[in-house]
């Protein structure tokens, strides 16, 4: 139940901290506030760190935190902080870490209790109010861990310095390798996902699977360079599986963020901006690299289908992309999304309806369950998914039965949707509007991709301090960029050059590079740190490696840095890369399923780039036709430039439609036209 008076997060612009400003709990933001109020009363923070669309998060707050009882312990004997991982991704993963390292599995919500001098002594994920299913009530967790700070007050901050230590000995673990950079992880890193492998559904792994796609990438670039079949069939059953699952919001398009069983078939329903951009990246990767027409009408349908879903649902007038969608909505988990068969007659005449009910798999009985409202309850919901195939007659008459469903469904309420903008991610969102627009030939995308980079210059940038904000809400820029936030934008403006060949962005995203050599580069052993290290209530400086569910920074910084090192001839943004790959080397060699972007940029790496560098006016006929036959491909190792952008002893007519194919910028002769250029590509 609300607290008729706000806490100290009533003036944030986080709508996840939002969400708890009139929880009884009196919780504060991150910062010193906090941090003194728990020195001068000499009591333990407890940190909680969550999002917005988190859905146990949501039933923590329910059960927990609009608890008055719970809130009486906290506010007596707690100093509480509230943080929103999204906003403060460096705060979460330094906490997550000390939770893994305390033996706890990770999560959210993740739950923390630090000294006053923000050193981590206890930690978990998700409590209930009181004992359940061998879990520790949260109460009686409360009054556990304020006994033990009583009276053992001495141990619980040598553990916490033990904590900490280790932390650091984590932070600064690596070792940079002096043995020659070669493709053994590549084979590593193959027969991994090979074994791992699901044949029959699709993804990696057993149930929860995420669509992971770095993972994709990785084998797409694989199966493309090392004419590997078995990594090419992996990439197009995975991704037709999941487009044909429940994972798939079969009515409005768009991914969730995961699939609760081994099928695709349930998902967690939260929508992520971050995976719908990659995995727009990995439709076009198959839409590129697969011969077979149907499968590549279907790859293309999934991509339009995507960007309508996040046109539709989630871009802010002011010209970028909001961050998350949840999985609630009237109380219940994945009420927005279930049908059943009742509904679906209720909206449809008889002939449209039983279609509809064989297509998508609807039964009486349902396949959906809500087990986290065990009260609410309702018979027959039913996670749509693609269970037949469809006759032409059938197949003609689906688009029709979709778009009645759909505006039936825009009636019900919305699941609530996190409205901040997220440079990052509108980043990774930029390259998959540049690429889908080039390869698709789609020049609306590539005017979104143009809009939300005019959006994060005009909004998020500081020409001067070349000072990059990382969140945007109410026409407010917050928080200091991240190396994420750098090197996400950097790949997006690289991909929104080749699409437009408007020198301003390659400029800029040399920029940002160059700013992240300054900022967040270790110059001693290599690699990136997560910060700029000018944030002092940080206990350490992390270089994340792991690529997850979004790839790491590091990962993508060493492609930036190999792509416009060979781009735009910088020595020293190639030296950066090596020092990465090695530095991260002992990683690719003894955990590459952990790190298969690194393993991308590994390919990238040692299989030097062909130059395809252009003359005249791309927008005439013969150079739309020249480009045509370049965005078929799958091509990962070509990189696209104009005459304009090109090295300066590059004596090029600007007159004359000409593509000059190079590899080290030295060139073979002039193509004047399209079929000839097929060929040189296909020698490739």
């Not at 990246?281 to 996040?310: G, M």
């Not at 990238?604 to 036709?625: C, M, R, T, V, Y």
């Not at 952008?645 to 590899?663: G, I, M, R, W």
């Amino acid at each position: 139940m609300a607290h008729s008076h706000p806490n100290h997060l009533a003036k944030e612009k986080s709508p996840y901290l939002l969400q708890h400003a009139y929880n009884p709990v009196d919780w504060f933001p991150w910062g010193k506030e906090a941090f003194q109020k728990a020195k001068k009363e000499n009591k333990p923070i407890f940190l909680s760190i969550g999002y917005s669309t988190c859905h146990w998060c949501h039933v923590m707050e329910r059960e927990s935190f609009e608890n008055h009882d719970v809130a009486n312990v906290l506010n007596e004997h707690f100093v509480s902080i509230k943080v929103d991982r999204e906003e403060r991704p460096d705060i979460d993963k330094i906490y997550m870490t000390a939770v893994q390292l305390l033996g706890q599995g990770g999560g959210w919500p993740l739950s923390v209790w630090l000294t006053p001098d923000l050193k981590p002594f206890f930690g978990g994920t998700y409590f209930p109010p009181t004992n359940r299913h061998g879990r520790i009530g949260f109460i009686e967790l409360l009054n556990k861990l304020n006994t033990v700070w009583q009276q053992e007050h001495d141990n619980v901050f040598q553990s916490a310095q033990e904590i900490s230590n280790h932390l650091q000995r984590y932070a600064a673990s690596g070792e940079t390798s002096v043995d020659p950079i070669n493709n053994q992880p590549l084979k590593l890193t193959s027969e991994h996902f090979r074994f791992s492998y699901d044949a029959c559904y699709g993804g990696f792994g057993s149930a929860p699977k995420f669509p992971r796609p770095v993972t994709l990438h990785f084998l797409a670039r694989y199966a493309k360079h090392y004419q590997n079949e078995e990594a090419k069939t992996m990439v197009f059953h995975t991704l037709t599986m999941m487009a044909k699952g429940g994972i798939y919001d079969q009515m409005g398009g768009g991914f969730s963020r995961y699939s609760v069983d081994e099928k695709w078939l349930v998902p967690h329903f939260e929508k992520m901006l971050y995976d719908n951009a990659q995995l727009i990246n990995s439709y076009l990767d198959a839409y590129q690299l697969t011969e077979d027409p149907q499968l590549k009408e279907f790859f293309a349908f999934v991509v339009h289908d995507t960007i309508n879903y996040l046109s539709r649902d989630m871009s802010s007038p002011a010209g970028a992309f909001y961050s998350a969608e949840d999985a609630d909505s009237e109380g219940r988990e994945g009420a927005f999304y279930v049908w059943s068969p009742t509904q679906i007659r209720e909206v449809l005449d008889e002939k449209e309806a039983e279609l509809a009910i064989r297509f998508l798999g609807i039964t009486q009985m349902g396949n959906f369950e809500d087990h986290s409202a065990p009260n609410k309850n309702i018979p027959s919901q039913n996670v749509l998914s693609q269970v037949i195939s469809l006759n032409k007659e059938e197949a003609q008459l689906w688009p029709i039965i979709r778009k009645k469903l759909l505006l039936h469904r825009e009636k019900r309420p919305r699941p609530h949707r996190d409205d901040k903008i997220l440079t990052s991610w509108n980043g990774l969102l930029i390259s998959a509007l540049a690429r889908a627009g080039a390869i698709l030939q789609e020049t609306k995308y590539i005017h979104a991709a143009i809009q939300t980079a005019n959006f994060l210059q005009s909004q998020q940038y500081e020409t001067q301090s070349r000072h990059l904000y990382h969140s945007y809400r109410d026409g407010v820029s917050d928080k200091k960029g991240m190396l994420d936030d750098y090197v996400f934008l950097a790949q997006g403006l690289i991909d929104l050059y080749e699409a437009t060949f408007e020198r301003k962005w390659l400029d800029w995203a040399n920029e940002l590079t160059e700013t992240i050599l300054q900022r967040f580069e270790d110059k001693k052993l290599g690699g990136f740190f997560m910060t700029d290290g000018q944030d002092d209530s940080l206990l350490i400086r992390i270089k994340e490696d792991y690529d997850g569910a979004e790839p790491s920074g590091n990962s993508v910084a060493a492609l930036v840095l190999i792509k416009l090192g060979r781009m735009l001839q910088r020595d020293d943004f190639l030296q950066s890369a090596e020092k990465i790959l090695r530095f991260f080397w002992s990683r690719l060699l003894k955990i590459p399923e952990a790190v298969p972007h690194f393993a991308s940029a590994l390919e990238a790496w040692l299989n030097p780039p062909h130059q395809l560098i252009f003359s005249g006016d791309l927008k005439s006929e013969i150079g739309e036709k020249m480009l045509r036959e370049v965005r078929k491909q799958f091509l990962p190792n070509l990189f696209l430039l104009h005459a304009e952008s090109a090295p300066k002893e590059f004596k090029l007519d600007k007159n004359q439609v000409t593509a000059y194919l190079c590899h080290d910028f030295q060139c073979e002769l002039p193509i004047m036209d399209a079929s000839t250029l097929k060929k040189k590509i296909a020698e490739l």
